[in-house]
C-alpha cells in the first residue's frame, strides 16, 4: 500500500466517496484496493446475512426478504461499489493485472454468491415468507418471488450432494466465461495489418488513412479488428487479397492452435449449463432460461424464428441474387476456397476450388458482401457512408441525441469536469429532470483502445433505489462504445479531422443511449427491480426504439451540420438514406435469425455435446443462411453474447424486442414523433418501472394491446405472410 505524508493511504473504497453525486474517485482507485475491498465486501455480506438467519423475530417481508435487498447500515453497500467499479473497468479499461486478478477473485465471489443462496438457513426463511406473508404491493410480491425464485433456481431444494455439485459447475462456468472473454480482446487486440505501400490503399476513404496512419505512428498505416478500423477497410479496400486477410483475421479469432484457443471452452460452457439446468429439473439449459422470460418457453423462440424466415427469406434471396449481378467477370479466386454446402446422404458436401488467383469468375466470398454491397447501394440510391460522414461530428451528434431526450421527456446534460472519471476519452455529465431536479450521472465513453472490450455496451456504477430512509438513490449510468476516433494532422501534432461517424454508428449511439434512458428514468424501491433489471427479451425496447430516429429528418435536422461548413444536410441525401433505409433489410434480418438459431441449438442439447464446433455451428443456422458457407471460419469461438455475455439462450431477444420497438414507435408515428404526451406515457409505464410488473402488462399498459409483427415488416418493406406474433 502506498503512503503519503507517512499517513497510511486509505482504501477509498472504505470511506466515503466526497465526490460529486458519490460518483467512484477513479483518480484514487488503485489496483491493490480491489481485492482488499472485495475480502471485506464478502465479510460485511456474511455477518449481514449471519444477522438475518439468526434473528430471534418470526420471518416476515421486511427482516428477511428487504434486509438482503438493502440494509440501513450499508453491510451490502461495499461488495457493490468496488464489484460495479472492477467489472467496469475490466471491460473498459483493462490490463493484464487486472485480468490476473479477475481470474484470482472471480471463483471467490462465485463461491460467496453460492453460499448464500444455498444457505438452508436463509432459504428456511425465505421460503416461509412466501408462504405467509402480510398483503403486499405488486412490487414487494414481485420482489419476493423474485427472491424466492432466484433460491431455487440457485439450487436451494437440492440434497446436500446436489447442492455440491452446483458449486462445482457454476464456479467452473464462471471461470471459464472470464477466460473466454479475455482470449477474445487477447486475440482481437493482437492483430494488426501494417501497410506501406499506398497502392494498397485504393478505395478507402481519407477518414481510414488517416486513422490508420495515426495507429502506425507515422509508419506506413496499421489497420485493426476494432470496428472503426475494420467496417471501413471491408467496405471500401479494393484490394480483395487484403480484404480476405482481414475478414479470415476477424472470423478466426480463438480458433488458432494456441493458449486463446476457445473451441473446447465453447464445449465445456455449452456442457456446464446443460449440467446445471439438469440438475435442478429441466430438460435443457433454454428450458431453464426461458421460463423466466416473455417468451416462456423454447417453442416460442422457434415459432417467432420460423415466422421471420418465412417473411423475410425470399427477399433475402433475391437481395443476394441482386448483388451476385454486380460482381465484375471475371472475379479473383484463391486457390483451396472451402464452402459447407447442403447436406447429401448424411456427407457433407464440399467444393475446392481450384483455380489461381485471377483465373476464372470464381465466387462470391465472404470478404466481398460489404464491398459489393456498398457499389450497389451506391448505384441504387447514389448513397455512400462517406457522404454522410461530414455531418455527423460526434459533438454535434451529442448534442442531438441529448436534444432528443430533452425534447420527448425535457431532460437535460450537463458536463460536470469536477466528476472522476477512468480514461481522458470519457465525458461525464449531470443529467437533470424536467423540473430542474438531479436525475443520474451519465458517462460516455466512444472511442476503442487498448484494453477495451470491442463493441457498445451500457453499464451503470450505482443503481437507483429508494432506500430504507426514503431517499431515492439516483443512478450512475455509462454507455461504452468504440466509435471512430478524431485524426491529428500528417505531422502527428497538428490538429486533424474531428471524430466523424457514419450512420450506422449513430444508431449505435442511440441504440445504448436507448438503454441509459431505462436506467436514468428508473424509478422503483427496490435496486434489484431497478432499471434494466429485466427481463431478458424486453431489455433491448427500449435501446431498440431509439434507432428509428437516426432515420427520421426531423430528427436529423437538429444536428446534422456539416463539420467545416456549418451547411445542415442537405434534404436530397435524407430522402436517399430514408428511401434507402430498407437496403439488404432482409439479409440483416436473416443474420439475425441465424444467430439466434445457434444460440437455440447449443442450448436445447439434452445430452452431452460432444460435436466438432465449427461443424456443428454450420448446420445449426442453415436455415436462416442463403448461399455458401465457409467451413474455416467460426462465430462461437468470439460470440461472447451467448458464451460469457449473458444471453446464453437468450439471443433470440434482440428479435423479439424488435417487433416490439417497431409496433411502439408505430405509436409515435402516429402522433407525432417528438409527442410528449405519447413519450410520457413510454416513460411512465416502461422506462420508469423496470421489472416491477410483467412486462407484457407494462407494454399493454403503453399501447393498449400486445404487439404484432406487422408494423416490423411494415418498416422493413416485407409483405406480411399474415403471420401472428
Known sequence: MSTENNT???????????????????????????????????????????????????????????????????????????????????????????????????????????????????????????????????????????CYDGFVRSGALLDEEGKAKLRALTEEASLLSLQFSQNVLKEQKAFKLHLTDPAQLEGLPQTAIDAAAEEAKGDGWTFTLDSPSYSPFMTYCKDRELRRQMYMAHNTLCIHDNDANNLEICKRLVNLRREIAQLLGFKTYADYVLKNRMAHNVRNVYRLFNDLIDAYKPTAEKELEELKKTLPRPLPVREGSVYSQEQKQGQEVTTPLPRREGQGEGLLEPWDIAFYSHKLKLKKYNLDAEMLRPYFQLEKVIGGVFGLANRLYGITFK??????????????????????????????????????????????????????????????????????????????????????????EVETFLHEFGHSLHGMFANTRFESLSGTSVLWDFVELPSQFMENYAVEKEFLRTFAFHYETGEPLPDELIRRVVKSRNFMAATACLRQVSLGLLDMAYYTQKEEFTDNVMTFEKEAWKKAIIGRQRTDTCMTVQFSHIMAGGYSAGYYSYKWAEVLDADAFAVFKRHGIFDRKTAESFRENILSKGGTEDPMVLYKRFRGGEPTIKALLKRNGIKPPSLPF
Open 8 to 146: 497510511p493511504r486509505k482504501n477509498p473504497f472504505f470511506e466515503p466517496y466526497n465526490t460529486p453525486h458519490d460518483t467512484p474517485p477513479f483518480d484514487r482507485i488503485r489496483l491493490e484496493d480491489f481485492e482488499e475491498a472485495f475480502m471485506e465486501g464478502i465479510r460485511r455480506d456474511n455477518e449481514q446475512i449471519d444477522r438475518i438467519i439468526n434473528n430471534p423475530a418470526k420471518p416476515n417481508f421486511d427482516n428477511t426478504i428487504v434486509d438482503q435487498e438493502d440494509d440501513s447500515e450499508g453491510y451490502f453497500d461495499l461488495l457493490e461499489r468496488v464489484s460495479s467499479v472492477f467489472f467496469n473497468l475490466l471491460s473498459a479499461e483493462t490490463n493484464d493485472d487486472m485480468d490476473a486478478l479477475a481470474q484470482k477473485l472471480q471463483p471467490i465471489l462465485t463461491q460467496h454468491a453460492n453460499d448464500i443462496r444455498l444457505n438452508p438457513k436463509l432459504f428456511e426463511r425465505v421460503k416461509y415468507v412466501h408462504r405467509h406473508h402480510r398483503r403486499l404491493t405488486p412490487e414487494e410480491k414481485r420482489l419476493l418471488d423474485n
Open 415 to 504: 458536463e460536470n469536469k469536477d466528476i472522476p472519471v477512468y480514461h481522458p476519452d470519457v465525458k461525464a455529465y449531470e443529467v437533470f429532470d424536467k423540473d430542474g431536479s438531479y436525475l443520474a450521472v451519465f458517462y460516455a465513453d466512444f472511442h476503442p483502445r487498448k484494453g477495451k472490450q470491442g463493441g457498445a455496451w451500457m453499464t451503470e456504477f450505482q443503481s437507483q433505489c429508494i432506500d430504507k430512509k426514503g431517499v431515492n438513490i439516483r443512478p450512475h449510468v455509462s454507455v461504452v462504445m468504440n466509435l471512430t476516433k478524431p485524426t491529428v494532422g500528417e505531422d502527428l501534432q497538428s490538429p486533424g479531422k474531428p471524430a466523424l461517424l457514419t450512420l450506422s
